[in-house]
């Protein structure tokens, strides 16, 4: 099992800035990709961006050159940087674990922070 807590959501008005923090406990040496996604009112969640061992980050369109996740294994944390925010950006914002079973991959999911945007 793996446990996400999440910190760092809030308002912010349009062209601000917020850092987003995930911390993970338990079964982490087995996880293979860390990653952020949204869910906007009405919408279905998307991914933001997503750090894969070993691999290269991907980011959302919509967000590039403005967002960046980053990770500090030592700390088993990974963060979302997010600067010059737009109102389209407010979304409850999930950090996601995925470690690959015998069944498939797992997915763990944070509790979710509001980010706000205003114009």
């Known amino acids: 099992q793996v446990q996400l807590v999440e910190s760092g959501g809030g308002l912010v008005q349009a062209g601000g800035s917020l850092r987003l923090s995930c911390a993970a406990a338990?079964?982490?040496?087995?996880?293979?990709?860390r990653g952020w996604y949204r869910q906007a009112p009405g919408k279905q969640r998307e991914l933001v961006a997503r750090?894969?061992?070993?691999?290269?980050?991907n980011y959302a369109d919509s967000v590039k050159g403005r967002f960046t996740i980053s990770r500090d294994s030592a700390k088993n944390t990974w963060y979302l940087q997010m600067n010059s925010l737009k109102p389209e950006d407010t979304a409850v914002y999930y950090c996601?674990?995925?470690?690959?079973?015998?069944?498939?991959?797992?997915?763990?999911w944070g509790q979710g922070t509001l980010v706000t945007v205003s114009s």
């Open positions: 996601n674990a995925m470690r690959p079973t015998a069944y498939g991959p797992e997915n763990y």
């Open positions: 338990g079964s982490i040496f087995s996880i293979t990709s």
């Open positions: 750090i894969p061992s070993g691999g290269s980050t």
